[in-house]
């Protein structure tokens, strides 16, 4: 069993740089809607207290939003999507369904301290990832449900923020600040610059031996294969830069532009090499790169916007 689970944090969730992506959004999202009110502000006092429940519910929410992903019907859209672990054999739905109601629990014992409030938006979140689930209910074309796949991890990053910000303004007794939607922009469009890239996991072309056997099989071409992943990355590409523009924008809100001006100039420089790497070899590899610059590209961002300016300021 244990090698079962390690193979799906390997191949499906990587729990390592979840758990970081979840702690760092989580505390972003507290320090910079501390800062929209006061861009002088020092660290809150309340910042710990709101980051533990902030923090271990948004890896939670992570974690559950992937289940329900898995948990889809492959059957009709599966030339769309990467393959399903439940189809691969190392794990199963009634072991994904128990880590669901399990990880449930524990973010009930987190919220309800926080107020009926806190829970009634964790409950909202959590009916969203039941449409997620079953999203095949909805009259949704076939082609278009690449594009709700975006969406939909946009949507669920942004949720994660507004929980997070919501742990902050419970604490605070400060009611929303309706600035703060910039940020939950930069969260909906790391979200789907990281579909985008998962994406990139296409079934293998099959051979010409194999086309000339079967041509009615509905297994991609090689050169169908290559000019849909190349449309990704450079859609991939675009998104980043999007993402880009906006944090440079959200930075503008709380007058630090150093430390977002130079994560975006990492960002954007290490994402036109992997875009360029991959569009040369169209290997696993620079995809497996673009996955992983997608989150830690995201990661710096936040660190950026709501974490580095307390301590920019006071050097």
Known sequence: MTHR??????????????????????????????????????VPPYLAIAAIPAGVCAFLFMVQFQIARILQSYRSVRPQRIYSPTQAGFVTPQELGILTVGSGLVQLGLTIPLGWTLLGLMMLIWGFFWL????????????????????????AVGLVAVFALGCEWRLSGVYPVTRVGIFLLVCFLNGATAE????????????????DADPESDRPTPATVKALRQREIVAWLVGLWLMALVALAAATLIEVMIPVAIAVLLLLTAAVFVAWRFLSTLSKLWAIAARSLSQWGGILLYLALGILPFYVRSL
Request: hydrophobic share 55%; aromatic share 6%.
């Open 196 to 211: 985008l890239a998962m994406r990139l996991r296409l079934p293998l072309p099959k051979s010409d031996a194999e086309i």
């Open 132 to 155: 997620v689930r079953h999203e095949r209910l909805l009259p949704i074309p076939p082609k278009a449900r690449p594009f709700l796949a975006l969406a939909q991890r946009g949507v």
């Open 5 to 42: 689970w390690l193979r799906y944090q390997r191949e499906v969730f990587p729990v390592v740089s979840a758990l970081v992506l979840a702690g760092v959004l989580a505390v972003a999202a507290i320090g910079y809607s501390v800062l929209l009110r006061d861009a002088a502000s020092p």
